[in-house]
């Protein structure tokens, strides 16, 4: 039961244009995101993130913007850079019963043709 | 933010052994988390570990299978034992340091032959 989705495992955006990364989840009890970026050899980085009281969190070049009807958020590069070719991991925390956890979509790898 | 280092860096081992990884953090920390990241998928975690107490492991993954210690607030080890090719993946070892944040270390990159 995947609980956070990344439909797209790959994504291709010509430098200097916007990259957005979408992210789907199930579980109406997450209410923190965050979005982790991933080179390889690497452990992954932490991005930037959003509470569910908000719908929008904005970090330079990094907007995340989430719509909880939907239970959709994405990832905004603007614009986007050669250096932001990784994967980018959509992740949502939740806490029961005094347990945390970080539950992780299967990842997009963004590549920035020059 | 939290320094983490991991070694090994990366091993191929042959079906039946056992390998320990070890998770080096630069600051005490509370929880410390294993995650497993096979190829094409997406980080799942195996387990959390407390300082002081046994680790608390998720569906689909037992104790016998990877064993954990955690002797004090800045160092963890987790083991892959009996070792099957299903094992390769990278092994990552992450924290949190404060409430909604939380960093990783490099991985170990485990192949299994």
């Known amino acids: 039961d995947q609980q956070v989705k990344q439909n797209s495992p790959s994504l291709s955006v010509q430098e200097g244009r916007i990259s957005i990364l979408n992210c789907d989840y199930t579980?109406?009890?997450?209410?923190?995101f965050l979005w982790y970026k991933k080179y390889p050899a690497e452990g992954p980085t932490f991005l930037i993130s959003i509470s569910s009281i908000k719908d929008k969190n904005e970090d330079g070049r990094f907007t995340v913007f989430l719509n909880k009807s939907a239970k959709h958020l994405s990832l905004h590069i603007v614009p986007s850079q050669p250096g932001d070719s990784a994967v980018y991991f959509c992740?949502?925390?939740?806490?029961?019963?005094?347990?945390?956890?970080?539950?992780f979509g299967q990842g997009t790898r963004l590549t920035i043709n020059p | 933010s939290a320094v983490i280092s991991q070694k090994p860096s990366r091993d191929i081992c042959q079906r039946g052994t056992s390998l320990t990884i070890q998770c080096q953090v630069d600051s005490q920390v509370t929880m410390m988390f294993w995650y497993r990241q096979q190829p094409g998928q997406s980080l799942t975690l195996i387990a959390t570990?407390?300082?002081?107490?046994?680790?608390?492991?998720e569906s689909g993954f037992v104790i016998d299978k990877f064993p954990i210690s955690r002797p004090n607030l800045t160092f963890s080890t987790l083991t892959v034992s009996n070792m099957s090719p299903e094992d390769s993946s990278i092994y990552l070892c992450s924290v949190n340091p404060t409430l909604n944040e939380q960093f990783f270390g490099p991985g170990t990159r485990l192949t299994v032959l």
């Open positions: 579980n109406s009890m997450f209410d923190y």
């Open positions: 570990a407390n300082q002081g107490s046994e680790a608390t492991y």
């Open positions: 992740a949502a925390f939740s806490e029961y019963q005094g347990a945390q956890k970080l539950v």
